[in-house]
């Protein structure tokens, strides 16, 4: 379901933007994929059980397609995030 995927983005620009400090963005990439694939293997369980958007490629694909597809759009929140913190103390 598309909103699962704006609620990944929204946690993902919370993650972002709660991450004090100088943040190097390896180490953001690399929590974000962490993160990512946790909320990706969540949601994507629930989009199954739901039928969601991929429900109909088959049952494992459609899940791994979802679970990448979360991780991006978490990491690209995550990134949002950390570019809203960052515009705030300047």
Request: no cysteine.
């Amino acid at each position: 379901m598309w909103y699962y995927y704006l609620l990944v983005l929204i946690i993902g620009i919370a993650f972002g933007y709660m991450r004090s400090g100088k943040e190097d963005k390896w180490g953001l990439l690399k929590w974000g994929v962490i993160i990512g694939i946790i909320l990706g293997i969540i949601f994507g369980l629930i989009s199954l059980f739901t039928g969601g958007i991929l429900a109909g490629l088959g049952e494992a694909w459609g899940v791994f397609i979802s679970i990448v597809l979360y991780v991006i759009v978490f990491i690209i929140g995550v990134f949002i995030g950390d570019m809203l913190e960052g515009m705030k103390k300047k």
